[in-house]
């Protein structure tokens, strides 16, 4: 069975730190853009941030210079480490990628940011 597992969400103080962690298992995806969302209650979800088998990144306006993707594709997991962080970026943060004919999403994990 080919899954996305997510880790690393949590509590934090507001300007603390978080790192996310999305493990594949049941596959490779080194060949594939990863992505994370993220989706507060009542509103849409929204793309967070990318990046591609060769490493080339791209953010949301909202998180840019705060957030970084990266990836191991040794270990065939993809990492956002959440910097600075904001009541804003309270959410319910899920690890996507997409291949011919079939979407992955991870199961997401809760991101509270609050004094």
């Known amino acids: 069975q080919v899954q996305l597992v997510e880790s690393g969400g949590g509590l934090a103080q507001p300007g603390g730190s978080l790192r996310l962690s999305c493990a594949a298992s049941?596959?490779?995806?080194?060949?594939?853009?990863m992505r994370w969302y993220r989706q507060a209650p009542g509103k849409q979800r929204e793309l967070v941030a990318a990046?591609?088998?060769?490493?080339?990144?791209n953010y949301a306006d909202s998180v840019k210079g705060r957030f970084t993707i990266s990836r191991d594709n040794a270990k065939n997991t993809v990492y956002l480490q959440m910097d600075s962080l904001k009541p804003e970026d309270t959410a319910v943060y899920y690890c996507?990628?997409?291949?011919?004919?079939?979407?992955?999403w991870g199961q997401g994990t809760q991101v509270t940011v609050s004094s």
């Open positions: 049941g596959g490779s995806f080194s060949f594939y853009t």
């Open positions: 990046i591609t088998p060769g490493g080339r990144t």
């Open positions: 996507h990628t997409q291949i011919p004919s079939k979407t992955y």
